[in-house]
């Protein structure tokens, strides 16, 4: 820079700062920023400019992982970051921090597999019938493709990244018009189905592309392994062998060998041969090499080391196994998950490798030792219940470690636990007064399934949390109520007599549900009466607002029930389908139910047809009255919609929200998200106040969706900061983001505090 350059640059520095100081002067020093709340200057190396949220992206987020099982796992092609799918949720994680950093979630599907393209760039997904397109980087859904009559149960990129195969399965064989056991190739950037090609006469279940990308392997559940020219579709070779359903195909590096995994979901139950071994095929020839034997339950997943000189499977069984590759022989078992392990793959070094599991989890190995280097998971503690007091202040919740909290939702603190169920808490009320808490757990161990199970109920003091007492039971609790003057508690449950039937080895349970309503008094614990119904479930149970009656169904038919004779006063069926819901108006004259997608409201004293509508959502799953007895509320695939009695006319329509539970004032709604967390919502607009969550080591956090959270001494240590693709703790964000005070003001309706 010449001197004439340097003094320009110099006075215009000081043009520019005389500026401010005018301005400053003339508007006067205004800036009211505490010592608490200002920004922080953050060290030099931090990759952020002045913490300029908007332009740095930055997101604050619980790391809440799977809800449901792991189906799929890769490596980024650098190896830095795990991409993972599940539920309808794909997750990208920091392969060594292991913390998640964004979430895509698929509205319409579960995605039941995917594939990483090889420049790292794309994701293709199933689910259903539908093949998607995604951008990594920003999550975005950018092509559809229009797929399979069946379900798709595969999907793969060719090597160049420009086609991808999918495959799909028959889970309906009765419906012809669905079997679709064919392999289909897909031109990306048009979209277009280049070809179809069919041979297999079962479910189509894995499919791999060469190296080369000329050819094309499938397994199937007709036990073979197939191969296939993908320029023509021909079948160049068939590869018999397996004795069950082949679940895993995939080639070797050098596209001279196949391996295949093979076992049946179904053979317990069916008595099908044992075959839960990994076979070796010569790609050229289609001789089997040799067979690999040590999985003690079906092979789901099988791959060639990127070397060629091992091969890994993963099984029902729940553990890894390696092998040599060059003589079959055993060289490691890695165990560890808790569910079957569904999807494995090496790390691009080959040091690590990662699986994903029916346990909700991704763990990474160490490929040397076997030894687990880390676990990829939410740690929440899962909710499985809910329900308000009286006065719209508290929450309980029912969790799956078998204890309750105690929220006040009026500041975002967690009040207290309480402690004494041994299995998951399904069920929670408050009597009218809010002095009292009833529970209800059931034993939810597969041991006991063929024995009696341990199910209890608890009534608790909600303002010590001291159990009061203990009811036990050897049924299967479905729903807890109070009466509407809290002197009686109802339990519903259905039979644990089970019945059997099978080859003298492997069984088929049948369980006959036998409906009991039990009544006890609050008091003293004594139980008053039953009601029985001999086919059906009770669900849906409710009190009349005056205790004289109990609404409930057994799926077909809603029943009226009068406590004090224990008669059945009338039983009404509607054939727009089962007994979805059922309730009675807070003054006690009418009553509402849904029926399939149809809402029937009546005068309970005469009978008399108000109004029946329906609700064209797809899935309607309940109806309920607002407070005031003047609205409807109806629950469905899609949302929330609000019926006016008076016009009998949809007042308004919420999308993707599902409302649990709601208050008595009817300004808030609570519901159960998919991770076991529990959502706080405003009724008028929709939109989500807060977010709930318990942790498994009894720390708890309530957190907006801006990121501003209240938590325990050390509840934040679950909070991922994600600026553009890298993902940080909360400790350098803390100041920013730990704001009690707005968490209450939202909470309490009010506009947030001046920061």
Known sequence: MTNEQLTRKNNKNLINTKLIVLVILFYGFNWNISAQESYRVEPKGWELEGWDIERNEISVFPQLGHSESVNTVFFSPDGRQIISSGGRTIKLWDAASGREIMSFTDPSNWVTAMALSPDGKYIVSSGGKLIKLWDLATGHIIKDFISHRGDVKAVAFSPNGKQIVSCSHDWNPSDRSNIDNTIRIWDIDTRQEIRVISGHSDSVNSVAFSPDGKQIVSGSSDNTVKLWDASTGRMIRIFSGHSNSVNSVAFSPDGKFIVSGSGSFFRSFYDEPEDNTIKLWDAFTGHEIGTITGHQERVNVVLFSSDGKQIISGSSDKTIKIFDASNGHEIRTISGHQGSVNSIVFSPDGRQIASGSEDSTIKLWNVTTGREVRTLSGYQNKISSIAFSPNSRQIVSGLKDGTLKLWDITTGREIRTLSGHSFPVNYVAFNPDGSLIISGANDDTRKNFLNKLDTTVKLWNANTGREIRTISLTDIIVSLAFSPDGSQILVSTINNQNTSAGNGTHYLIFIPTIGTIKLYDSVTGRKISDFTIEEGQMDNVTFSPDGRFILTSNGEALILLNVSSGNEEWTYTNPAGRVKSAAFSPDGRQVLASFGNTIKLWEFSTGRDIWTFTDNSEW???????????????????????????????????????????SSDNRRAVSISSNGTMILHDISTGKEIAQFINFIDDEWLVITPDGYYNASPNGDRYLNVRVGNNVYGIDRYRNTYYKPQIIEARLQGRSDPVR
Do not use: M
């Open 620 to 662: 309607l799953k309940s109806a309920s009255f607002s407070s005031d007895g003047k609205q409807i509320y109806t629950i469905s695939d899609t949302g929330a919609k609000l019926w006016d009695i008076t016009t009998k006319s949809e007042i308004k329509t919420i999308t993707d929200v599902f409302f649990n539970i709601r």
